[in-house]
């Protein structure tokens, strides 16, 4: 994950300190319309959100932070380390990724062992591709860059069901398991896919092929929402 990235979740925990409610969930994701016609393959990524209050039947509504991050394209191949030394091998990894925060809004008006609710989104993802070098037996990063970059907007909805799985541990009130799915609509974006770099192996020179669509992402999660 590069720097832009890693700062959006710093961010998201400094954030959560100060949450009634928070969780995160693992996930798939399933490009939808010109993205999927560019990308014809799931991605599969982690979130995490906290909102300032937990929800009940007297204030049913609450508001917060949502973010998540996305790999839709991972590709590892062996290389030479350079032409000058070919008989030196390192893995050189490139990976597609999607990074997003959103404003969140949750509905759940329930209360019992059973929950399910709504919640809205508002916000904008980092899309990106980064290239990384690892030496082969010590697995450490020697080199990296970001290929390529882009910025989108994005709103959209989901809809979920809350299951009580404890209740009273010391500071935490209940637990639940979180099942969801969400649609988010992202507006128009460059980016690059997994046969978006073609590199010409007579002179070394990189071509970049970047797609140009909506990112609109179905994406289906499993996780935990813990209420203080």
């Known amino acids: 994950m590069n720097k832009r990235a890693t700062f959006l979740f ?30 014809d393959n ?13 929800p009940s039947k007297e204030r049913p509504i609450t508001f917060g932070i ?11 191949e062996r290389r030479p380390f350079s032409l000058t030394i070919p008989e030196v091998g390192v893995d050189v990894t490139r990976t597609n990724s999607l990074a997003s925060m959103h404003l969140l809004f949750q509905v759940n008006p329930f ?14 993802a980092y899309i990106f591709t980064m290239t990384e070098i690892k030496s082969e037996y010590l697995n450490q ?18 809809a979920g069901l809350l299951i009580l799985l404890n209740r009273d541990l010391g500071d935490v009130s209940s637990l639940f398991l979180d099942l969801k799915a969400r649609y988010l609509y992202g507006s128009e974006a460059q980016y690059l896919t997994e046969t978006g770099i ?3 192996p007579a002179n070394s ?24």
């Not at 990063?141 to 989901?158: R, V």
């Not at 970049?208 to 209420?227: A, E, R």
């Open 10 to 39: 710093i961010f998201v925990f400094s954030s959560l300190t100060i949450a009634q409610s928070v969780g995160g969930s693992f996930f798939i994701g399933q490009p939808q319309g010109d993205f999927k016609t560019n990308v």
């Open 42 to 54: 799931l991605g599969y990524g982690f979130e995490l959100h906290g909102t300032l209050w937990t």
């Open 66 to 76: 949502d973010a998540s991050y996305l790999i839709y394209g991972l590709k590892t």
């Open 111 to 124: 209360g019992g062992t059973i929950q399910p609710y709504i919640e809205g989104l508002f916000g904008g």
């Open 141 to 158: 990063e020697i080199a990296s860059s970001t290929n390529y970059d882009d910025f989108t907007w994005s709103y959209g909805a989901g």
């Open 198 to 200: 073609v590199i010409n």
């Open 205 to 228: 020179q990189v071509y970049y092929y970047p797609k140009k669509s909506k990112t609109d992402l179905l994406s289906f999660h499993i996780g935990v929402t813990v209420n203080f």
